[in-house]
């Protein structure tokens, strides 16, 4: 009886392929036919067209002809345009999200593909438009209307003008996702007192100008099944103001007005005592920012949302809240984000385990004094039990902490090597007062496999630096120096 090759089953390769990257689906279609068919789909599946000048020039784009995209164009789901040659396809019958920036020195003409590339693809769900300031005119705001399945829109750097604004909030009123940044409305815009956005799950006003505080405020209030905003302050508004936004919402939050909060990211919070009350009104936390507001009294009034806490952002920590992140750590089984300042490595040796062994992200900075450079090893050996990390960065943050002046050194003297199980690293960063030597580059090639970027100081001469540079690249990794 004749074995069967598990990799023969279109099945097992279709689940294969969701995980490889371009370089590497291309490779399998060299294998056979069968094999071709399965993965050109995942090939195709996103589309870039396009870097703007201050990018490096794509070396694919030149077989990227007119005729070859026309014949793969039902393939395409996902398409991200910084250049759409005049001679290019603007159909595709399964485009799901296009992406479009319009950069400096990018031509004039270059929106005018935005109107076909949205009115000939009826399927869009997603839309991202950037830089696109005042090229969003009235026959684009009624091609957005006439797009039946679209449910997310992102603007970026742009401007709603005066008569635009009524079809701008009828395209929210379908929407689940709103995105706004930098992007100006005519002075006093609000939405309507009878308008009712019971669609919009995510919202994110940031530094939105033009609409005031009290329109901003009618607008989040018009969307009841609100489950994520996010909030930037806004240049145009002096502190008083700022200050005023942030009091009304954490009124209404106390009042229950969004009963499905479960992801608040703000800035620019001024009041310990206003952030406590937003923490205490919702009914649960799942993902938060609370920037320098970080302290042991929101500490205290988080607590209660430890068991569903997904992902934490807080400011540059001081030695005072080094034991609050290290029981962060010891107290938030389902973390898989956490972005902090520094802690104390001796804070961690003599404390609990761990026990958020999901973290995917991590982004903080162990911090030592001169005589403690022998728990370096120990605080590797805490980290290795991450076993799930893709993402590691360590800032070096020197003003709170001035009795520990040093940071983690990402060394294999140190201790690096029991990072080496590590193998879903994605992104790196050592941090600027941490250098890497030609050892430790070569080590994280053999074990960090799935790398795409390291950022680093590098502690090696030029011509070295450039055949690791090459040598990164072969394997598709960019290597970042600073």
Known sequence: MSKINPLDQPEIRLLIAEHLRKPDLVRCLRVCWS?????????????????????????????????????????????????????????????????????????????KCLEPLIGGNQSLVKLNL?????????????????????????????????????????????????????????RGTSPYASMCFQNIRKLQLCHVSGMKVEGQLRFISACPNLEDFAWRYSLEYDRPVGDSFFKEFAKEVGRKRWPRLVTLMMDQQ?????????????????????GDMFSPLTFQALQRHFNNLVELQVGSSSEATSTLLQNIMCSCPALKKLVGGGVLAKDVVEGKLWVCLSLETLSICFMFSDTEQHLQSLIFVRLAKLTRLGHLSS????????????????RLQSGLDALSGLWRMTSFFPGYDSSLGEDELRWMLVHWKELILVTAQMSIDKDKKIELENLFKSRGIKLQHF
């Open 270 to 290: 001024r009041s310990e005592e206003d952030m406590c009350l937003i923490i205490e009104g919702m009914q649960r936390v799942e993902k938060i920012e609370l």
């Open 130 to 186: 950037w830089n696109l300031d005042n090229d969003i005119d009235y026959r684009l705001w009624k091609a957005f209307l006439k797009l039946p399945h679209l449910r997310e829109l992102s603007l970026g750097r742009s401007s709603i003008q005066e008569d635009d604004i009524v079809r701008f909030w009828s395209i929210c009123e379908n929407l689940e996702s709103l995105l706004l940044e930098r992007v100006s409305f005519p």
């Open 395 to 410: 800032w070096a943050i020197r003003m709170p902490f001035r009795k520990y002046p040093v940071p983690l050194q990402f």
């Open 35 to 111: 094999w071709h068919d399965t993965f050109i789909p995942f090939v195709w599946k996103y589309l870039s067209v396009g870097k703007p000048s201050w990018m490096e020039p794509s070396p694919s784009q030149d077989s990227l002809t007119p005729e070859v995209l026309c014949s793969h164009s039902h393939l395409i789901k996902d398409i991200y345009i910084v250049d759409w040659p005049e001679n290019y396809p603007f159909v595709f019958p399964r485009i799901q999200t296009l992406d479009f920036h319009l950069y400096k020195g990018t031509t004039p003409s270059l929106s």
